[in-house]
């Protein structure tokens, strides 16, 4: 009698595991599933870009720079074009790591530094994680930025980095020696700013045109998108016919710092955006509620005044703004 009820209940044992044991690999199923999800990660991944066929020299004493915008190589400060090689975790378990304080130190992160000052593009590498922790072992790189400075001639990347602690410096690299020279203790001296032509009536015209310029020259894409036709009636390609097809791909024209003024870049923009064989654009300034003067701005002298005017009639409204707040 004992073994027949120790069988019926060992019986009963066994139908209860089968029914369990579907919803237990259900469950360890679903487990895992979470788990991985839980743990998914987000990688950025930057490959060096080719520097042939991306850039063009173009002007008096090649002065001038076309950039393919839809290459990964780009500007940097002085006379550097640079492009990175790269892998950064960017998402964890659905956290995005692209903020500033949260970013991680990058699985491998290069500098690819290209000359254009020299006859040929000599290419210079940077590891800019080895180059920090070279300097100081608990830090790691986040942003960089290039500059040349022209009192004391110098070529340097001002790497911005930070440790576990959220600890945040910047380290002043410089390209001639391969070395970091020290924590940045403030910036010296770069060359002038070009003009961007903000508060004149260039902006809005060569906008209409099909062009937006300031510190730099390309095609306005709105343009292109509506289906419009870009003027091509301009001084820019009559000096310069083989750059047109460029700069309608998407192109960039830059000026070379260190060889163009900011003079120079007012004069020449004025001459470049006027119809052919016009000797100059007539731009007025605008003041701050949108109204154009009367008198033409006719020389670099005149647009650092208007600009000079402008800075202080801003600073003035925000003075005013910050009295009446504290009253």
Avoid at 9 to 36: D, E, G, H, T, Y
Avoid at 195 to 223: C, E, H, Q
Avoid at 252 to 278: D, T
């Amino acid at each position: 009698m004992k073994k027949i009820i120790e069988n019926k209940s060992l019986c009963k044992i066994l139908v209860i595991a089968l029914v369990l044991v579907p919803f237990i690999m259900i469950f360890a199923f679903w487990m895992q599933r979470s788990f991985k999800k839980q743990e998914r990660i987000e990688y950025s991944i930057e490959k060096f870009s080719k520097v042939e066929d991306a850039v063009y020299f173009f002007g008096n004493q090649q002065k001038y720079i076309l950039l393919n915008k839809q290459s990964d190589l780009h500007l940097g400060g002085g006379h550097y074009l640079f492009t990175t090689e790269r892998k950064v975790m960017v998402k964890k378990n659905g956290v995005d790591l692209t903020d500033e304080k949260r970013i991680p130190k990058s699985d491998y992160w290069k500098l690819r530094l290209y000359d254009y000052s020299a006859d040929d593009l000599v290419a210079t590498e940077v590891n800019l994680n080895k180059v920090v922790s070279d300097y100081q072992s608990n830090f790691y790189p986040t942003n960089f930025q290039i500059y040349t400075y022209r009192t004391s001639p110098k070529n340097t990347v001002e790497i911005e980095v930070k440790n576990d602690k959220g600890i945040v410096k910047t380290f002043l690299f410089n390209i001639d020696t391969g070395k970091v020279e020290g924590d940045k203790a403030r910036r010296p001296e770069t060359y002038d700013d070009i003009p961007d032509f903000y508060d004149t009536t260039l902006a809005n015209y060569s906008k209409d045109k099909g062009y937006l310029v300031d510190d730099r020259i390309s095609i306005n894409s709105d343009i292109q998108a509506e289906g419009k036709i870009i003027d091509t009636n301009i001084n820019l390609f009559k000096d310069y016919p083989e750059i047109e097809e460029k700069l309608k791909d998407g192109w960039i024209l830059y000026p070379q710092v260190q060889y163009v003024s900011p003079k120079e870049w007012f004069n020449k923009v004025l001459y470049w955006m006027a119809p052919k064989g016009e000797e100059k654009l007539t731009i007025y300034g605008i003041d701050r509620k949108g109204h154009a003067l009367d008198t033409p701005i006719s020389t670099y002298e005149e647009y650092q005044a208007w600009i000079k005017q402008q800075k202080e009639e801003f600073q003035a409204v925000l003075q005013e703004i910050q009295t009446e707040r504290s009253n």
